[in-house]
């Protein structure tokens, strides 16, 4: 693998979230079960409160929608560094000279 150094910029990068994107396989149904399996702590410290709020005391609406706020925020931040990294990936793509799988891909239709 070539180092570049290009790429130290690149912001950092979750690939558990793509997972539920880019996996073929992956049927809608396992989808949602994956998204709330990651998000279990931010869906909880919304609907715990907002549970309390209609039971207990609408005071607790306030830390509901603190959280709430937080979780968009992050939300938020995670897509703009995605969007970052997809396009220094495919200016990188772009920019990058071909692969040896490439070269290997010629070398063979030539030969045959």
Known sequence: MINNSADADLP?????????RTDPSLTPINAVISWVGWHTAE?????VPVA????VSPWFAVPA?????????????VSGQQQLLR???????L????????ESTKRMEESA
């Open 12 to 20: 950092a990068h979750d690939a558990r979230r793509d997972d539920a």
């Open 65 to 77: 929608a603190l959280v709430a706020a937080g979780w968009i925020a992050h939300e938020i931040r």
């Open 43 to 47: 869906l909880a410290g919304v609907l």
């Open 52 to 55: 309390l709020a209609a039971t």
């Open 87 to 93: 396009a220094a990936v495919e200016r990188h793509a």
């Open 95 to 102: 920019s990058a000279g071909p692969t040896e799988e490439t």
